[in-house]
């Protein structure tokens, strides 16, 4: 397997996981999925709508998210937005990224713990 293959592979596994906490984070105001789409792509989350669209409708039936649609405009547009329950995922999630971070750290510093 080529080098770009398996990097291609890691990066997509890495990410995977950091896109569940960027929709979170990113729906502390509430949007519509073109939008966060949009949103998470510019700032460094390229997520394809074939994946962002179901995550949204799991992330919502774990509670994790509310919806509503918004009908006043020309086309009908559902809105989501973190939960009260998916706030507090959020921030054990964010206070074990940080862990890991912490951990990666002493190990690329060659802490030798």
Not at 1 to 12: C, F, I, K, P, S
Not at 25 to 51: E, I, S
């Amino acid at each position: 397997m080529a080098v770009d293959e398996v990097l291609r592979t890691h990066l997509q596994e890495l990410r995977r996981g950091t896109v569940v906490v960027a929709s979170l984070v990113a729906l502390r105001q509430p949007d519509y999925g073109y939008a966060l789409l949009q949103r998470l792509a510019g700032h460094g989350f390229p997520v394809d709508a074939n994946t962002l669209y179901p995550l949204l409708r799991r992330l919502e039936d774990q509670g994790l998210l509310t919806s509503e649609w918004n009908t006043e405009e020309s086309r009908p547009r559902k809105f989501y937005r973190t939960s009260d329950a998916g706030e507090q995922v959020l921030r054990l999630l964010l206070d074990d990224f940080a862990a890991v971070q912490a951990s990666l750290a002493t190990l690329i510093e060659g802490d030798p713990r």
